[in-house]
């Protein structure tokens, strides 16, 4: 059964703090997305990236960084965490849109709350 | 980036209920995909659609692929309380490898 596993479930943060969410899949996937939930907002994209040592801004980058050191790892970093970044956020990852019957698997999501 | 107009927001309706959701564009998209996301869960891959008219089905579920190619429909047959969650549209338009996800329709099933 393929697997995008993200580190934590619930995370509690200070502000200021700086933040690692780590997300890891193990399909061989190129394509990997950190996206944020909100009530109301749906899924916004943060950042994604398509190949190993590659990233792209999404929509929403200001106040995040990202890391793809590895295929099968993508890192989020909150450098300095702040309170309009209390959300859950989603990792994903993809097959690329050449291959038949691609589709994005998330992984169960990251609570993060900053007080 | 473009949002995908989802509608409705939410449901309540009774068990056995059918169900009926749908997701709209402003622009022509090759592929539309239907997620179910559980409390405190990712999301699920229901249903993908790749072709204009095409319909597909999982279990209860149906889902079409609008022959405007600006639209998609889901609809949930005889409810059953596990139904219970929050349902997202994605779609793909005809340039990029971009996908853009609904806001979400948020569906109760009352026993």
């Given at each position: 059964?393929?697997?995008?596993?993200?580190?934590?479930?619930?995370?509690?943060?200070?502000?200021?703090?700086?933040?690692?969410?780590?997300?890891?899949?193990?399909?061989?996937?190129?394509?990997?997305?950190?996206?944020?939930?909100?009530?109301?907002?749906g899924l916004r994209l943060i950042y994604f990236s398509y190949d190993v040592k590659m990233k792209e801004k999404g929509d929403i980058p200001e106040g995040y960084s990202v890391s793809r050191e590895k295929k099968e790892r993508f890192s989020l970093i909150l450098e300095s965490a702040s309170t309009n970044q209390t959300s859950m956020y989603l990792c994903a990852s993809r097959t690329p849109v050449e291959v038949t019957n691609y589709g994005y698997t998330f992984g169960s999501g990251t609570r993060l709350t900053v007080v | 980036g473009q949002q995908l107009n989802q509608s409705p927001q939410s449901m309540f309706i009774q068990e056995g209920e059918d169900v009926s959701m749908n997701c709209t564009s402003s622009s022509i998209f090759n592929t539309w995909l239907w997620y179910k996301q559980d409390p405190g869960e990712g999301p699920v891959l229901l249903i993908a659609l790749y072709k204009a008219g095409e319909l597909t089905s999982n279990g209860r579920l149906t889902a079409q692929f609008g022959i405007t190619r600006k639209d998609s429909f889901l609809n949930i047959s005889a409810s059953i309380p596990s139904d219970v969650g929050i349902y997202f549209c994605a779609g793909k338009p005809n340039t990029g490898n971009q996908f853009y996800f609904g806001t979400g329709t948020s569906l109760t099933v009352i026993p």
């Open positions: 059964d393929v697997k995008v596993t993200q580190s934590s479930r619930y995370l509690v943060k200070r502000t200021g703090e700086k933040v690692f969410l780590e997300c890891v899949q193990d399909m061989d996937h190129e394509n990997m997305f950190w996206y944020r939930q909100d009530p109301g907002l | -």
